[in-house]
């Protein structure tokens, strides 16, 4: 026998009994543990299978869901601006944002985001990326958990975290009827981790998940100069819509929170809350923004101090 075909044989040898070993290791095809898949986005977002809560809305809150009030009237303004500031480059994803506490961030989202569902060819996708101090359940009357931050630190898929109204929509004029084209994402959990989660990169992963399946996304966020959160939360944005209030908001705060996005586009500010419109020194130097100064004016203004 030569001493190649001994080598040969002995690599056989060896060869088999290493499959021997691997097969008796593996468990039998038919004790294999169920594979759990997680369901496709598709099922997820479609509208009979997003999870449906009763909603209590908070009608003081929401001008947009009253016919011809003057804020809805602001509203239907700012999404035409909005919506034109689409034909200069693509846009869906809209960060809400400011410089400071209480300057209206969460108002405007949420009536933004009703005011762009009743156009009833869009889809709106509204999530609360305020993982510190969350309010837009409030404004809904929708629960709080579980949400964003269950999904970003990995504890939850994203079939537990969307939400709508469940209502039955019964006639054209119902409150119903003017949100059903709108999907919740809550906040969730309030931690003292929200910087790391909103920095986790999932977010990112969650909006191009959900992106083909809704024609608006928008995020609420906290102030951008108290926490490094919004900024995190801008890179799965296609824009930043920055607010600022009337009366309230000082100069410079409103140019160091524009500032602080300068590697997002910038829509423009949101002048929230104004009597009247601004003089033509004070706010000028907003209008280099694609989306100029709206007025989300109201009689009522129960803002807490910063
Ligand atoms: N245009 C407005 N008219 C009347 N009330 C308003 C208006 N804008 C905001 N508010 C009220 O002011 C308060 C603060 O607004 P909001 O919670 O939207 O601010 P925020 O910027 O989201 O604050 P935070 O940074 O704490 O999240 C709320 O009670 C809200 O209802
Ligand atoms: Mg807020």
Redesign the pocket.
Known sequence: MSRIYEALQRAELEWKATQDSESSRAPAPDCLPPIEESPAVEDVVAPGNIAQHAWKLSI??L?TLTERSA?GEQFRSLRSRIQQACYQAPLKTIL?S?G???????????NLAISLARNTVSSVLLIDG?M????IHN?LGASNTPGLSEYLSGATELNDIVQRDRRPVTDESSDARKISNLAFIPAGKCGDNSSELAANHRIEKLVSALSPHFDWILI????VL?VTDAVELARAADGVLL?A?AESTPFDVAQRAQAAFSNSRILGFVL???KSAPSAGAYNYYYGSEVADD??????????K?
């Open positions: 003081p809150s001008p804020a809400v400011s400071m506490p209480s300057e209206g961030k969460s108002f405007v989202a949420v305020d510190r101090r969350p309010t404004l609420d966020s906290p102030p108290a607010v209030r929230n809350a104004a007025r989300a004016k109201s009689g009522t203004d129960s803002r807490r910063p």
